[in-house]
């Protein structure tokens, strides 16, 4: 991995980080669950566009860049299928959360979906570190 993919990558892995971190913090506080999903789907975007990155490849739209998940990571068997169940579920949420009308999110998918998407980042950043021992 060339250098300026490494550091976009971190980046990305950061910013991933730093929604999961977000996403707690705003179940500790009460907050609703629709910015808690958001929060968690970014972990889970962040996280699959540092994948790409190291295929160079991307895209403006988060519909591709789940569809590209899937096709390079999941089917290829780099990450067990249960991650791409997660991105679905949780991008399904979000949509609902985020644009239409009284788009509850239910307590249970919240606690059912947060360490889900933990396990998803810490997947993914495990996915790096043994790419870099090869």
Same mark, same amino acid.
């Given at each position: 991995?060339? *250098?300026?993919?490494?550091?976009?990558?971190?980046?990305?892995? @950061?910013?991933? @980080? *730093?929604c999961l971190k977000e996403a707690s913090l705003l179940k500790k506080e009460g907050m609703s669950n629709r910015a808690i999903?958001?929060?968690l789907y970014y972990a889970l975007f962040y996280s699959i566009i540092a994948l790409l990155q190291t295929k160079q490849m991307g895209t403006? $739209?988060? &519909?591709? &860049?789940?569809s590209m998940f899937d096709k390079e990571f999941i089917k290829t068997n &780099?990450? *067990? $299928?249960?991650?791409?169940k997660t991105l679905h579920r949780v991008? @399904?949420?979000?949509?609902?959360?985020?644009?239409? @009308?009284y788009g &509850?999110?239910? *307590?249970q998918d919240v606690e059912d979906l947060l360490p889900k998407v933990a396990d998803f980042v810490i997947s993914v950043k495990?996915?790096?570190s043994m790419e870099t021992m090869k």
């Amino acid at each position: 991995m060339n *250098d300026e993919i490494h550091h976009l990558v971190k980046y990305r892995l @950061e910013q991933a @980080e *730093d929604c999961l971190k977000e996403a707690s913090l705003l179940k500790k506080e009460g907050m609703s669950n629709r910015a808690i999903l958001n929060r968690l789907y970014y972990a889970l975007f962040y996280s699959i566009i540092a994948l790409l990155q190291t295929k160079q490849m991307g895209t403006s $739209k988060h &519909a591709g &860049a789940i569809s590209m998940f899937d096709k390079e990571f999941i089917k290829t068997n &780099a990450f *067990d $299928k249960s991650m791409s169940k997660t991105l679905h579920r949780v991008f @399904e949420l979000r949509q609902k959360g985020d644009y239409m @009308e009284y788009g &509850a999110i239910p *307590d249970q998918d919240v606690e059912d979906l947060l360490p889900k998407v933990a396990d998803f980042v810490i997947s993914v950043k495990r996915y790096f570190s043994m790419e870099t021992m090869k």
